[in-house]
Nanobody, 118 residues
Framework: EVQLVESGGGLVQPGGSLRLSCVASGVTFSDSAVSWVRQAPGKGLEWVSTMGTVSLNTFYQDSVKGRFTIFTDNTQSTLYLQMNSLKSEDTAVYYC???????????WGQGTQVTVSS
């Protein structure tokens, strides 16, 4: 069964850092774009970042630009989101997906909770 499993979320103080990971089973990221989206409490889904795993181009929502970095491991079996200088407004459930907002998504993970609070 194809699964994307996010991990790495948790409680962190403002200004702190977390690294989220998304491990793929039954599929790899080597032939597609991959993305992170998030859903804050009471909000809809919000696109965060996309990486083209062939082109290696990366794209970020303006609010996270310069603070977040999307990347994969050498085998492109794990997707990461390095989050630095975290703010309270970054609090959300973060999901990884194979695909993009423009072209659609083939698979989603179950999400990992990130809470930024002192």
């Amino acid at each position: 069964e194809v699964q994307l499993v996010e991990s790495g979320g948790g409680l962190v103080q403002p200004g702190g850092s977390l690294r989220l990971s998304c491990v793929a089973s039954g599929v790899t990221f080597s032939d597609s774009a991959v993305s992170w989206v998030r859903q804050a409490p009471g909000k809809g889904l919000e696109w965060v970042s996309t990486m083209g795993t062939v082109s290696l181009n990366t794209f970020y929502q303006d609010s996270v630009k310069g603070r977040f970095t999307i990347f994969t491991d050498n085998t492109q079996s794990t997707l990461y989101l390095q989050m630095n200088s975290l703010k309270s407004e970054d609090t959300a459930v973060y999901y990884c997906g194979k695909g993009t907002d423009t072209w659609g998504y083939d698979y989603w993970g179950q999400g990992t909770q990130v809470t930024v609070s002192s």
